[in-house]
C-alpha cells in the first residue's frame, strides 16, 4: 500500500521521457483522480485520502475557442427549453446563411479573459517543475455537433460537405491562434482536447468521411501543436481503431482511453504501441463499479502489462469520470496499484 507520507510528483523532465519514449522512471498518472458525476456527493471528505497520490501533470482548461456563449450572434440560438436541451440535440447555427456571422464572431484570442485564470497556477507549476497540459474538450466532432445538433450534423456530412468544410477551416484557424497564444503566454508541455470519435462497436462515421472531412484538420493542428513543441494528447471514448492510422498520421501523440469492450487492447498495443504512447483508461463502467478490490488490481497489472514498452510510451487514467457508485476501496486499490506496479514493471527495464 502506499504510505500515508504520499508519492512524489513525477518532475516535467520524467513526464516527457514516458511520453517521448525515454525511459521514465514509473508510469505517470494523468486523469486518475478524475471524479464524475455523483461522487463528490456521495463520498465527501473521504476523497481527501487520495491526496497523497499526485496527478503527474498539471491540467490548465479554458472553455473551447469555438463557443458560442462566448459570441453575440444575432438571433436567439439558446431558446426558452435550452436548459433542458441535452448538448447534442441544440442548434446554434439553425441554417447555413448563419455561418459567415458565426465565423466572423469567433473570439479573439489575444483579448481572451480566460487566460487570467491560469495565471497563478502555471507560475506555482513552474516552480514546481511540473509537465504542464493545457487545452479544451471538444475539436472537430463534438464541438460540430454543439453547433449543429447530433442529427443534423450526420446529415451535413452528406447533403453539405462544403459548409461543414467551411466550418471546419474557420475552426481549424481558430484553434491554431489558441495554440499559438498559449505558447507565447506559458509555452505548456502538452495541449488536450476531446472528440468522442467512436461508439461501442466502431467509428460514429465512417473511416471514409473522416478521412475526407475531419481528418485534414485534425492534420492543421497537429502541425500547429508540433510547431509549438508541445505534445498532442487527444481523448475519444468508443472504438477508434479504424481511425488510429489518421490519427496518428495527424500528429496526435497520446491517446486516451483505449476503451474496453469497445477496443481490443492487445491488438491495438501491439499495432500501433511504437507509433503512439497510450494513456491507458482502466474501464469505470464495470471494472470499478462491480469487481472487488483484487479484480481491479488485476486490470491494472494487466493494462500496464499491455501497454508499457522498454523506453515507457505509456501513461495511465480512469477511462472517463468515476461516478457515484464506486466502492471507495476500489478507487484506492485502482491507484495504489497504478503507483506499486507501475514502478515494479519500470524496474524490469532499468
Not at 465565423?103 to 489575444?110: F, Q, S, Y
Not at 486490470?299 to 477511462?319: K, S, Y
Amino acid at each position: 500500500m502506499i504510505t500515508e507520507a504520499g508519492v512524489e510528483p513525477m518532475s516535467r523532465e520524467d513526464v516527457i521521457a514516458a511520453v517521448e519514449g525515454h525511459g521514465p522512471t514509473r508510469i505517470p498518472l494523468v486523469r486518475a483522480k478524475w471524479w464524475g458525476e455523483g461522487l463528490h456527493d456521495q463520498y465527501g471528505s473521504k476523497l481527501g485520502r487520495f491526496d497523497r497520490i499526485p496527478e503527474d501533470v498539471e491540467h490548465l482548461w479554458i472553455p473551447n475557442p469555438v463557443d458560442a456563449e462566448k459570441m453575440d450572434l444575432s438571433w436567439d440560438w439558446k431558446g426558452e427549453s435550452r436548459e433542458a436541451t441535452a448538448h447534442d440535440a441544440r442548434t446554434v447555427i439553425k441554417e447555413w446563411g448563419q455561418l459567415d456571422e458565426f465565423i466572423e464572431k469567433l473570439p479573439d484570442p489575444t483579448t481572451d479573459p480566460d487566460w487570467s485564470s491560469l495565471e497563478d497556477q502555471v507560475a506555482l507549476a513552474k516552480r514546481e517543475d511540473r509537465y504542464l497540459l493545457w487545452g479544451f474538450w471538444n475539436l472537430f466532432f463534438e464541438r460540430p455537433w454543439m453547433i449543429r445538433g447530433m442529427e443534423h450534423l450526420m446529415v451535413d456530412y452528406y447533403e453539405s460537405p462544403d459548409q461543414i468544410a467551411r466550418l471546419h477551416e474557420a475552426m481549424a484557424h481558430q484553434y491554431v491562434r489558441y495554440i499559438e497564444e498559449a505558447a507565447r503566454r506559458f509555452d505548456p508541455d502538452g495541449f488536450w482536447t476531446s472528440d468522442d470519435l467512436g461508439h461501442q462497436t466502431g467509428p460514429m462515421m465512417s473511416p471514409s468521411i473522416f478521412h475526407e472531412l475531419i481528418y485534414p484538420y485534425y492534420c492543421v493542428v497537429g502541425e500547429a501543436v508540433r510547431a509549438a513543441g508541445m505534445h498532442f494528447w487527444l481523448h475519444s471514448c468508443g472504438d477508434n481503431t479504424l481511425l488510429l492510422p489518421d490519427l496518428i498520421d495527424a500528429g496526435v501523440e497520446v491517446f486516451h482511453p483505449v476503451q474496453k469492450h469497445t477496443m481490443n487492447e492487445a491488438a491495438v498495443a501491439e499495432e500501433f504501441g511504437d507509433k503512439i504512447t497510450f494513456l491507458a483508461g482502466i474501464d469505470v463502467q464495470h471494472t470499478l463499479q462491480e469487481m472487488d478490490a483484487e479484480g481491479v488490481r488485476r486490470e491494472v497489472r494487466f493494462l500496464i502489462d499491455t501497454f508499457d514498452r522498454p523506453n515507457g510510451r505509456m501513461a495511465i487514467a480512469a477511462g472517463n469520470g468515476i461516478v457515484a457508485g464506486t466502492p471507495l476501496e476500489n478507487i484506492e486499490a485502482f491507484l495504489d496499484e497504478a503507483i506499486a506496479y507501475g514502478r515494479e514493471h519500470r524496474r524490469r527495464y532499468t
